[in-house]
């Protein structure tokens, strides 16, 4: 009983830290000494009770070889991915993405659809990594708060990937399991995510009236048409050499866009053939590195990695301890909201990836029905906190890296506004393919 309480305790301690290290703690530590303190405490904590849990034998040294080893891939590609973005916009080619975009007629549902069908055609982190800086100077040009646009490929990052197997980590990891197909998915989760777009962008208008509307006042608009100034004005890398700008721009669109589609349809067909997607970023990143002679080292989230291993290590002891199997289930209405609410909770808390992990291994083919509320959970619940997604992870590193920086609690803020109604209404879809 000990263990279990304090396996609990240890997951609560670090999504707190998680939550509090995405703060800007400045504004409570007027001393500097002591700022560094707390965040270097809030960055240390998650790794070092994930190493306490080990320590104190919560969980077995195999038994967390097993929870990290399923999350090398993903995190591999988190690590080649950002790079991947910042050198394309070393290129320039967000920014004249972002005037391209700007000079035809668009609005709000436009943009909202364009990232969800990113999202569910290639999958979560293409959309994270390629459409966020484009919709940060998009909102800049329009002298908008970077989050008022931002905010749509990380939100549908969740809410837009139940369609496809591949439109999330989370989904292959079922379908490798239990066979499943496009069909499966669409037919079991079609509705749901239809419901879950629309209803997504009803609560993101409502919040983008309430708190975005309003022009920056005084604001200083980045001219999106010069990539050379967008380029100075957001990437804040002193160390770095200056961007390459060739003269002729059609060279630049053609070269980024070419990269960006080779590299979104090899995300999609390499593990067809065996390949993982981190391959096709890293080839992607050496390609541009050679472009733009540059090399992005310091913003590589090696903390990112940490933290998500440090996450399943303590996921899995929870799990050692709290039998899912026995909470899960989907024989009545009740039951399937129960199963998607507790997975939604969990994959928030201990972050998705090794969630699903540990509801795949609790959920045996016979009871495959249950699958679909867990689903929900672990791709829409898991945005209603800063650490439950890894795609949510890299978006906030991505901000930060464009001068748009988000803290954790003003994530939640939105998120909450947003996600939480379209989780429900999700669940509610499941339950209208029952009757």
Known sequence: MTHQLLAILFLIAAVAALILAETPLGEYFGNKKILLAAELSLLLLAPALAGLTVAFHFIGGPRSANAVDPLTGPILFVLCAVPLSILLDRLGF??????AVLKKRHDLFVLWMLAATVTATLNLDTAVVLLTPIYVDIARKKRLPPLALAVQPALLSGIASLFLPISNLTNLIFTSKFNLTEIDFLDHLGISGILAVLTGFFFYRITYTKFFKEEIPNGKSVDSTSPTAHTAALTQ????PGPVIPE??????LFGSAICILAAAGFTFIPLIGGSPWEVALGADVVLIIATKSFPWRHIPLRIAVNV??????????EHYVHFKNLLSANSNLAVVKTGVLSGVFSS???????????AAALGRDKINILWPVLVGT???SLLLPGGSLAIMLWLSTLKRLDAEVSGMNYIKYAWRIALPTFLVALGGLLLIRL
Do not use: C, E, R
């Not at 890398?237 to 770095?240: A, E, I, S």
């Not at 291993?309 to 929870?318: E, G, I, K, T």
């Open 379 to 381: 791709n829409i619940g």
């Open 309 to 318: 291993f440090s996450l399943a290590v303590l996921a899995s002891s929870f």
């Open 349 to 359: 808390l201990a972050n998705n990836l090794p969630s699903t992990l540990g509801f």
């Open 248 to 253: 002729n721009k059609k060279i630049i669109l």
């Open 94 to 99: 967000f920014s004249l993405i972002a005037a």
């Open 237 to 240: 890398d002193p160390v770095g």
